[in-house]
């Protein structure tokens, strides 16, 4: 599968260094039909992860991965060797195959290195963050709800990733664990979308 158009854009949080690949909706407006309320437009990475999240077509996640992988072998400057890779938990564990964690681990088989799925695990259950607009609400949210896992991320150097943000609350939680109660030597963000 082809790797697709990215416009990538620098992450700030508690780690090294981020990126975010593309934004995930250029447009969406309101047409009036009940059935079809709205007519979005994504970009070609979001169109990819929206095909993949909510209509399962399993054929997006080549793409999706080969141009994570692109990004990071190709264009990311100044990214050391990693060692491992974390995937933030998802929101939704009602889901049956979790998209997010497919695509993490299509990335670290396409960089070479290891998954480590249990450095970070949810606690308890959360609504997604994106519907929490209050901002200590939601920190408190994250703070119960994420904490450090069985896995062993002392001294590595770590790739955290997220299919889809928004504020970036949720990755910035994570990091947090990973460098504080995990031991990780550094950690660095790659998110394929971001909403806002």
């Given at each position: 599968?082809?790797?697709?158009?990215?416009?990538?854009?620098?992450?700030?949080?508690?780690?090294?260094?981020?990126?975010?690949?593309?934004?995930?909706?250029?447009?969406?407006?309101?047409?009036?039909?009940?059935?079809?309320?709205?007519?979005?437009?994504?970009?070609?990475?979001?169109?990819?992860?929206?095909?993949?999240?909510?209509?399962?077509?399993?054929?997006?996640?080549?793409?999706?991965?080969?141009?994570?992988v692109d990004f990071v072998q190709h264009h990311w400057p100044g990214i050391p060797k990693l060692?491992?890779?974390?995937?933030?938990?998802?929101?939704?564990?009602?889901?049956?195959?979790?998209?997010?964690?497919?695509?993490?681990?299509?990335?670290?088989?396409?960089?070479?290195?290891?998954?480590?799925?249990?450095?970070?695990?949810?606690?308890?259950?959360?609504?997604?963050?994106?519907?929490?607009?209050?901002?200590?609400?939601?920190?408190?949210?994250?703070?119960?709800?994420?904490?450090?896992?069985?896995?062993?991320?002392?001294?590595?150097?770590?790739?955290?990733f997220d299919d889809l943000i928004e504020s970036g609350s949720s990755l910035a939680r994570v990091?947090?664990?990973?460098?504080?109660?995990?031991?990780?030597?550094?950690?660095?963000?790659?998110?394929?979308?971001?909403?806002?």
């Open positions: 599968m082809p790797v697709v158009a990215t416009n990538p854009s620098k992450i700030l949080g508690p780690w090294t260094t981020g990126w975010v690949l593309a934004r995930h909706t250029v447009s969406s407006a309101p047409t009036g039909d009940p059935y079809y309320p709205f007519d979005t437009k994504r970009t070609e990475l979001g169109e990819l992860l929206y095909q993949l999240k909510y209509r399962n077509r399993s054929d997006a996640l080549a793409s999706i991965v080969e141009t994570a060692d491992c890779l974390v995937a933030v938990p998802p929101s939704l564990t009602t889901r049956r195959l979790q998209p997010a964690f497919e695509i993490a681990k299509g990335i670290a088989a396409g960089l070479g290195i290891q998954t480590c799925e249990n450095a970070v695990v949810k606690a308890k259950p959360t609504q997604q963050m994106k519907n929490i607009e209050d901002w200590a609400e939601r920190r408190k949210a994250l703070e119960e709800a994420i904490q450090k896992g069985d896995g062993d991320v002392r001294g590595r150097t770590v790739l955290l990091a947090e664990v990973l460098l504080k109660d995990g031991g990780a030597s550094a950690v660095y963000v790659l998110a394929l979308t971001r909403t806002k």
